[in-house]
Structure formats: C-alpha cells, structure tokens
C-alpha cells in the first residue's frame, strides 16, 4: 500500500509532466484525426466552427486518461480512440452551452464561439457536437459504453443546471458544493478512465477500482480549477481572474472563507456576486481575504488527498508503465497551472 | 393501386380526424406514462419544468404515426412505446432549444420554458431532454433504431442551423427551402415511420416504403404548418400569426410570391423581414399580397401532392385498420388548423 512517505517517493521520481503521456502520444494523434473526420459535414458552418474550436487546443486530459486506462488493461484497437474522442468531444458540447449561459468571451485565451457566431448558432452548434459524440460511440456496437457515455453527459447537465440555480447566492453550501462538483466534472473523469473496462473481455473489477480512480482525479482537477481562478494570471488560465466570482459562482475557497468573515468582510464577497463585477470592491480586497485566512491553503490540501486517492486506487495492478503514469496524472493536475 | 379516383373515394369514407388513433389509443397513453416515469429525477427543476412541458399538451403526432407503423407491421411490443416516447422527446427537445433561438414566447397557447426559466437553465434542459431520449432508445438494445435517432436529430440540428443562417434573407430559394424543411421536418417523421421496420424481425422492404411515407407526410406537415401561419387564427395555432416572417423565416407562400412582385410591393415583405415587426406594414398588407398572387393556393396544391405521394407509398401492405388510419393521416394534416 501507498504510505505517504512511499508516495512522497513516488512523486519524486515520476517522469516530467512533459513525458507522461509519451506511452499514449500515438493514440492521442489518432483522437485528433478522428475529431477532423466528424467534424466533416455539407453544412460548412458546422465544419467550419469544428475546425475552430478543436484547433484551439484543450489539454486532452480527459482522452489521455482514457487512453492510459486502456493501456493498463492491455487493450490496443480502434475503439478506445473512438471513445477517447467521444469523451473530449462530450466536454466541448458542454464547455460551448456553458460558455453561452455564462456569456464567456474568452476560452482557452480563444475568443469563445457565442462572442463570434451570437448565441443561437452556437446552441446548435453544442446541439450537434452531442449527438454527433453520440453516433460516433456507436460505431462499436457495445451499448454499455454508451449508457455509461449517456448517464456521465446527464450528469453533467444536472450539474450545471444545480449550479445555475444557485447562481450568485451567498449561502452555498460545501456539501452541496461537492455534489454539483461530482455531477460536472467527476463523472466524466470516472467514465473515461472506467471505460477500457467495457471493452471486450470486459473487466469489471479493474472498472471499478479505475471509476474510483476518475472519481478521485475529477474531483481534485476541479479543486485545482477553482484554485487556479484565485491563484493564476490571466496569461496563464486563458481567461479573467476571479471571473467564478463576477460570474455568481461561489467555489469552496470562499465557501469555506464566508463563515469565517465578520459581517463587514463578508459583505465584500456579496457585493461582487451581487454586481457580477469590482466596480465596488477591489480584486485585490479579495485576494487578500483568502490569503489570510489560509482557505486556499486548505482547499489545496484537500485537492492532495483526492490525488492520494486516486494513486491509492491503482494498488491492484501490476506495476507497468501505464500505471506509472496514472499515478503521475494527480501530481500532473496538482502542478498545473492552466 | 390507387389512382386519384380511388383516393378521392378514400378520402370520402375515412373515419372522422377523432377517430384515425383509436387503434393506438391504449398504446398512446402508454407512451404518456413512458414520458412521466423518465422525467424524474433528483433534481426538481427537471421534473417540475418536464411535467409542465409534457402536460401541455401537443398533438403526439411523430408517437402516434410510430405506432401505427408498428401495428401495420404487426408488432406488439413494450419495444415501440419506448420510441414512441423518444421521438416525442427528442420534438420536444429540438421546439425548447428552437424556441430559445426565436426568441418564442407562446407555444402551443402556453408560455415556453425560455420566457418562464429564462434561456440557461432552458438550454440546459433541452440538452438533458436530448441525452435523456438517448438513453430511453438504449434499453431495448437496438443499435440500428439509435443510429436512425441520431441521424435523425443531427438532420434536425442541422436544418435549424440552415434557417438560421438564412434568417431575414429575402433570397431563399425553393430548393434550399426544401433542403431546409427536409432535414427540420421529414427526417424525424421517416424515422418515426420506419423504425419499427428495425424491431426484430427486420422488414427492409416495409421499411424503405415506410421510410418515403414519413418523409412525404412530413413534408405535408411542414407546408401545412407554413400555412397555418398565414391563414389561421392566433387561438387555433397557440401563437401570433405570420410570426415567422417577423421572426426572418420565409416560407414557401412567400418564396413563390417575391420573384412575381414589383419592387414596391416585394419591399413590404422585405421591411417586416428587416423590421421583425409589423411597425411599419399593416398584417393586412402582407396577407392580401399573398392571396391575390395565389401562392397559398399553389402551396395548397404541393401539400395535397405529397399527401397522395404518402398514400401511395402504402400500396404494397395488405388491407387492415393500420393502413387505412395510415391512409388517412396525410388528410388529417391537410384539415388541421392548429
């Protein structure tokens, strides 16, 4: 078993982050040419738009965590590339309605595309990228993977809708915090890493030792996420500081900070998500308020127990390559700073 | 075979419009039960808007002809239920992301979900609609019925996408008007006509002939609706009328009738386009326009073709109940005023 010192070990000898995904690169370039053949249609603004918005980048992690998946349970087909283009191809049609509701203009450092195409294109846009990941799970014929696929994208809708509803309220709760949390982003991560499993011969032990292990890294991912919009230049995340805040959306470093707070600091935090803007209150007043009472400190400590446990989760294989990796991949999102 | 004169004679003795679903009627309500048991969810919203969107009613037209279709091929299964429901389901999802787009605040006589929930948690909701059809359609294990849906619905997105491109051009052509009602409209009606055709055992050549029937009904259906919005009063069709020219859609009444206009009278239409409104051309204006040039009529006329051409299509199945409803469902559109 992983102690912490034997994990401490581990993370000291783990590759660069640069060359933990050299096992998978092959596969990766594969994902990219399967997006560029969906992509096709006779309707041009639907390839045109396509072409955009996957030649922006994106970090692939979803994908590259699939491919490992796949790795370590000896498989090597076509299929985990389809599903590892289905999964990115999930979260995009996702991030392109979000983007819409929040009225984001930048994604990625990239102009989003409701800032270049308006809204109601890019409703179908997010419209047709769903159905379309749909059809592409299908060309394998193995209809578990898709209901996997279904409930991870529903999940994933219900999330947002939950954290639509409490848009701008003050009052977020952590325990609600972390189930919109698992619904946005920890079930996908748990269905790209769980998937391989599916595959034939199914292996369902392995599958749900790995649905644990994406659990754990989505969920330490989206801490990391929220850290970076405190933590982070613009330069850096590819969008405004601070803009989960202008935008309503309380995360856990301020969840946890708002019952610290006297009635006066407090009221610094509401009157952002009140105006959705520092016209008021200075980012900086901010800024200060978490440094100080040491929530950022925490919510990175948490972010480390989850990558913890989704190393510990990889106890049960084989050491080999892959899993090394794996249990690199929490160092990887832990270190990140875009 | 039947020649016009037996048509005619078909048409005389057809059941009354109250009557054509009476052999599906058990089925039908079985289908609304299919809509409430998969509208829960834990999230409330989903369920309270899901209840308000299906209890308001429409005319279950795609489920009802889904089930027709099965019963003329003989099937009696839980299995057509369940499409029945998903097709509905996946109208329903295009109509609130549609509605989202126009800007729409009535639908069938009720207010829609954009103007009640406002447009995030309504794009929301149509994508959990989306993906929820989605799964529906996975349980009876059925891949080539998925594959059709999601034809289907990409066809659809895609359509939507054409109009919206096009939206205010005085410019639209016959033909790209078909291209764009084929895939808005027809797809989904061939679909909902043919898919039973796919339940075990497959009957291809009853297919393909069901196939062309949905797609001419559907065609039917879609100039009929385009009708309806000219010559029907706002309390049979739930909605203001000609709302889609003040919504920058030209449809075939009006295609026909601009290249036969002088420059003054085709810049009345060209000013509600531009306008959105009728602040400046009285309704009246527009409507003498097109019943003086005869283009309703001529619309008329092209509906009543492709209501035969789907008649005809039913030549090759014996005699029964399902076929005669079959035979008389292109008339019912014909007669429907909302």
């Excluded at 399967?34 to 738009?49: A, K």
């Excluded at 308020?289 to 929530?295: D, I, N």
Aim: a negative charge; one cysteine or more.
């Amino acid at each position: 078993m992983l102690t912490p010192n034997s994990s401490n070990l581990a993370r000291a000898s783990v590759p660069p982050a640069s060359r933990f995904l050299d096992l998978v690169a092959d596969k990766l370039a594969a994902t990219e040419e399967v997006f560029l053949e969906h992509l096709q249609s006779d309707v041009p603004f639907i390839t045109n738009t396509g072409e955009y918005i996957f030649s922006g980048g994106g970090k692939r992690f979803r994908p590259a965590m699939l491919l490992l998946s796949a790795k370590l349970l000896d498989r090597d087909s076509d299929e985990e590339v389809t599903y590892a283009a289905v999964v990115e191809l999930i979260h995009t049609a996702t991030l392109i309605h979000d983007d819409i509701i929040d009225h984001a203009k930048l994604r990625r450092g990239q102009t989003t595309a409701n800032q270049l195409w308006g809204n109601s294109l890019t409703v179908l846009l997010g419209d047709w990228l769903y159905t379309t990941s749909m059809k592409m799970a299908l060309s394998h014929d193995n209809l578990e993977v898709i209901r996997r696929l279904c409930d991870a994208t529903l999940r994933m809708t219900e999330g947002e809708l939950l954290s639509q509803q409490r848009l701008g309220s003050p009052d977020l709760g952590v325990e609600e915090y972390f189930s919109i949390i698992e619904r946005k982003t920890a079930h996908l991560f748990a269905a790209s890493c769980s998937i391989p499993s599916l595959m034939s011969p199914k292996k369902p032990a392995a599958g749900a030792a790995l649905e644990r292990y994406g659990r754990a890294l989505g969920i330490c991912f989206q801490l990391v996420d929220d850290l970076l919009d405190f933590t982070a230049r613009e330069s850096e995340i590819g969008k405004p500081v601070l803009s989960d805040l202008t935008e309503g959306k309380l995360t856990l470093p301020l969840i946890l900070l708002l019952p610290r707070l006297n009635a006066k600091r407090r009221g610094l935090i509401e009157t952002v998500l009140e105006d959705g803007s520092f016209d008021r209150v200075a980012q900086e007043e901010i800024l200060d308020l978490v440094q100080s009472e040491g929530t950022i400190a925490q919510v990175q400590e948490m972010a480390e127990g989850y990558a913890e446990e989704a190393r510990s989760t990889l106890e049960i294989f084989s050491a080999c390559g892959a899993r090394e990796a794996m249990e690199f991949a929490p160092e990887f999102v832990l270190q990140r700073r875009s």
